[in-house]
């Protein structure tokens, strides 16, 4: 290939690379998706324990252990 033949098919081929992406009226944007209405789910019957749940345990008030059991 002679020079001017490289350069003619280097400018058309940064041409066509050139018109690709999403620009100007090419582009055709996304429809916004419609959210479906919410429901509130029905509320959650009482637990049958009655017994009361146990506050978690601080670390810091836990008395140390010298390891021998």
């Known amino acids: 290939m002679n020079r001017n033949a490289r350069l003619v ?3 058309a081929l940064m ?3 050139s018109a690709c992406g999403a620009k100007g ?3 055709m944007p996304e429809k916004p998706v ?3 209405p919410v429901t ?3 509320a959650a ?3 049958a ?3 009361p749940a146990e506050p978690p345990i601080d ?3 836990v008395p140390a252990t010298d390891g021998n059991g």
């Open 25 to 27: 009226p090419l582009f």
């Open 45 to 47: 019957p009482p637990a």
């Open 34 to 36: 419609e959210e479906a």
């Open 49 to 51: 324990d009655s017994v």
């Open 15 to 17: 041409a066509v690379l």
């Open 40 to 42: 509130p789910a029905e």
């Open 59 to 61: 670390p810091a008030t």
């Open 9 to 11: 098919l280097a400018a």
